[in-house]
């Protein structure tokens, strides 16, 4: 079963990478998801650098069904790693009450790729991002994901990295992080 953890945050200098690495790790670390034969797959947006509309696509992606109708190879290229898994794990932070554009842009150049695939959502912020968490969660109920649910985590605004002692307090979050991906895991087991 494989599983991309969207990161978010395209920032140069940012926390996401540390705060989705302690996901990874923390599923990594737990036996029942190891012999669900659970593959991880960590997917930086900066990365795969999409297009914000400025090629030529006039396409809407709704209407889209087979991947080489998408004019920009990016695109073309971001829905095969979006067809090719199965489980999503958006890290996200909160930016404005929202969560980030390019996030919201990564999500929109594709739309079939999603349907009916599970997905959960980690948002984190100076109070833990709730209303970024609630936001993303609604869209992607809006591109007929399976949504589990949503896990929110504070951090100290503008410190990066962060603090050893911010970081160890993540724990306090594992099991409900791994109770969302057990989920996740379930309901792709019933679809399968
Ligand atoms: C444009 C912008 C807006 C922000 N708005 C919020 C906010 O609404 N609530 C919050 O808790 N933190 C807010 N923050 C703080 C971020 O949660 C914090 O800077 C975090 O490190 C950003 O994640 P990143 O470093 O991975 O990009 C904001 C940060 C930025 C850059």
């Not at 996200?92 to 009450?97: A, E, G």
């Not at 999500?107 to 009916?116: A, K, M, T």
């Not at 992080?177 to 057990?182: K, R």
Request: charged content about 20%; aromatic content about 6%; overall charge negative.
């Amino acid at each position: 079963m494989k599983v991309g953890i969207i990161m978010g945050s395209v920032r140069t200098k940012r926390v996401c990478p540390e705060i989705a690495a302690y996901v990874k790790r923390t599923i990594e670390n737990d036996q029942s998801l190891c012999s669900e034969n659970v593959e991880l797959q960590t997917i930086d947006l900066r990365q795969v650098a999409l297009p914000l509309y400025e090629d030529d696509d006039d396409s809407i992606p709704a209407q889209v069904k087979n991947v080489d109708r998408y004019v920009d190879s990016r695109t073309r290229s971001w829905s095969r790693v979006v067809s090719a898994l199965d489980i999503f794990i958006f890290i996200t932070p909160q930016y404005n009450w929202g969560y980030p554009a390019a996030l919201k842009n990564a999500i929109d150049r594709v739309y079939h790729e999603w349907h009916g695939k599970s997905a959960m959502v980690i948002s984190y912020g100076g109070h833990g991002g709730d209303k970024c968490n609630r936001q993303l969660q609604e869209v992607l109920q809006g591109l007929k994901m399976n949504v589990v649910g949503g896990v929110t985590m504070n951090i100290p605004v503008g410190v990066i990295p962060l603090p050893e002692e911010t970081v160890t307090g993540f724990s306090a979050h594992n099991e409900e992080i791994l109770q969302l991906v057990a989920s996740c895991v379930e309901s792709t087991k019933s679809r399968q």
